[in-house]
């Protein structure tokens, strides 16, 4: 029995296939679904969990290259919100482009981890270094 870290065997064999520049996205509970990639849906109620608990918990057994989000993120969250996440992010590169930009990249991911989080644009696809 597992009695530390990441409890959910899906996302344990998830991150365990992600591999040298290979990405996995985190995604709030609006992101649309694609039936080619492997989707855990963790989303339990509104903020439960958020975006940033599942990043936490999967930085401690990956290695995190870049992180890619959507532009809008900065245009439509306070700067609070902002900081909160850049301070997760622990100063690993964060490259934001357009959400459209965004989305195309997500059928080339090993997988897609879906929150209940209620933050606009909080979707991050984490590419492996």
């Not at 936490?56 to 900065?74: H, L, N, T, Y």
């Not at 990249?105 to 696809?125: E, F, K, Q, S, W």
């Amino acid at each position: 029995m597992i009695r530390t870290g990441i409890l959910n065997p899906g996302i344990n064999a998830l991150i365990s296939r992600v591999r040298h520049t290979n990405t996995l996205v985190i995604a709030d509970r609006g992101f649309p679904f694609w039936p080619a990639v492997e989707t855990i849906d963790l989303s339990l109620v509104d903020d439960i969990p958020k975006v940033l608990d599942v990043l936490r918990a999967i930085e401690e057994r990956c290695v995190i290259g870049r992180i890619f989000m959507a532009e809008e993120f900065r245009q439509e969250n306070t700067p609070a919100t902002q900081a909160s996440f850049e301070q997760a992010f622990h100063g690993i590169e964060v490259v934001y482009e357009p959400h459209l930009a965004f989305k195309q990249r997500v059928p080339h991911a090993v997988g897609l981890i879906r929150t209940g989080d209620t933050t606009p644009y909080a979707n991050m696809i984490l590419e492996s270094a």
